[in-house]
């Protein structure tokens, strides 16, 4: 998820690394209940005098929640857990993918605006969308998701602000 620390440039510093807001895994957490007490249950009234059907039977619902549980519970927070976001005193970094991996990375001597919006339910959770706006080729990034999210949008904000004043840390 992280960069690790030999690939940080020279005077490079990680300001802090993170992922999206745990409030992505509400749904499978969810989904992860109701197949679990759906399957349990449905083991559990089938007919004991279907003979040896019974067992065939217990077998496919088994699988068929394992399906269910690994479509939507468990391929969610394995993307969840390998969206990572790293900001550095020179760049800041998204990686996402589960078998295939993408990086973006900003330079913070490029970034234009940094924004953020969060609705009622993000600003009691204190996570929120941040608009990253460069001079790259791609203009614009939008994350959703990010926890701290005026943390995050501060400590940005400051890291480009001393990249435009040619400082790095303050100084």
Known sequence: MTIPDHHLTQGERRIRSFHPHWKRLIGPFVALILIAAASGAA????PADWGQYAAYVRIAIGVIALILLTIWSFVPYLQWKNTGYVLTTHRFTISTGVLNKSTDEIPIAKVNTVSS???FAERFLGC????VESAGDRGEIVLRDIPRIQDVRTDLF????????GEIDGR
């Open 43 to 46: 083991i559990y009234f089938v």
């Open 117 to 119: 919006d969060q609705t």
């Open 128 to 131: 929120g969308t941040l608009t």
């Open 158 to 165: 400051r890291l480009v602000e001393d990249a435009s004043d």
